[in-house]
């Protein structure tokens, strides 16, 4: 992706890592969410350019080569919504259209219920829109073994990730959420048990991306990345 541009952005009180491409005057925005980074959008800010627009996406606050916040256990979506507002200031851009993955999709419609004015259209992916409050994962109507239960509970996904290098905690991951079944660990498992080591990558995760990934995750570690999304839901945080 060698016509990508790449900058350290100064946003709010920290700077994020802005990957960018094309010059059109309408600008889509990318989110991504866990465990992704900037990198996982590069084939549609490639594709977006090439149809005229300027394609911008950055590691959230935490993630990749962006700074960590002082207190990432403080953290919650509306610390992302802010930045991506104090982003399009830094850049320049009035309005934008915005793309959401995962997490970054319930970022994304949180821009546009609170900032519409700065928005051209949502498009998002894997979340539906979900009133800010209460939630399915604050009211545990997930089964305990659920991997975002799992995550949820302080210290537990630390010591599971911890018996892996980066690398194979990412392998793992990607492998799990490329299957169709629900990852539910039994009781005496961890999340990282459900994976056979010799289970082969997704046919469209390369080991090349496998390691790009793992070097931005080795930089960033996991910390924030449990916060947000994961622990943010308990006791109404991810407002």
Not at 2 to 30: C, D, M, Y
Not at 109 to 138: D, K, N, W
Not at 153 to 179: C, H, M, Q, W
Not at 207 to 233: H, I, N
């Amino acid at each position: 992706m060698e016509k990508i541009q790449h900058t350290n952005v100064q946003v709010r009180e920290l700077k994020l890592h802005v990957a960018e491409i094309g010059s059109g005057p309408k600008v889509v925005l990318f989110f991504h969410g866990f465990p992704e980074i900037w990198y996982t959008w590069r084939h549609q800010m490639v594709a977006v350019a090439n149809k005229g627009y300027r394609a911008i996406a950055f590691d959230h606050r935490g993630y990749g080569l962006s700074e960590q916040p002082a207190e990432p256990e403080k953290a919650t979506l509306l610390d992302l919504v802010d930045d991506a507002v104090a982003l399009l200031d830094s850049l320049g851009i009035d309005k934008a259209f915005i793309v959401g993955k995962d997490f970054g999709a319930l970022s994304a419609y949180r821009v546009g219920v609170l900032h519409p004015e700065r928005v051209c259209a949502i498009i998002t992916l894997g979340t539906p829109f979900i009133q800010p409050g209460p939630s399915v994962v604050q009211n545990h109507l997930l089964p305990e073994g659920f991997y975002i239960s799992r995550w949820q509970e302080p210290g537990r996904a630390e010591l599971d990730f911890g018996r892996f290098d980066v690398k194979t905690v990412i392998r793992n991951i990607y492998i799990l959420f490329s299957r169709s079944e629900i990852p539910i660990a039994a009781a005496d498992q961890e999340i990282m048990d459900l994976i056979d080591p010799a289970t082969p990558l997704p046919p469209w995760f390369s080991e090349e991306d496998l390691s790009v990934y793992a070097s931005l995750y080795e930089k960033s570690g996991f910390c924030f990345a449990l916060q947000v999304p994961y622990r943010l839901f308990l006791n109404g945080a991810e407002n």
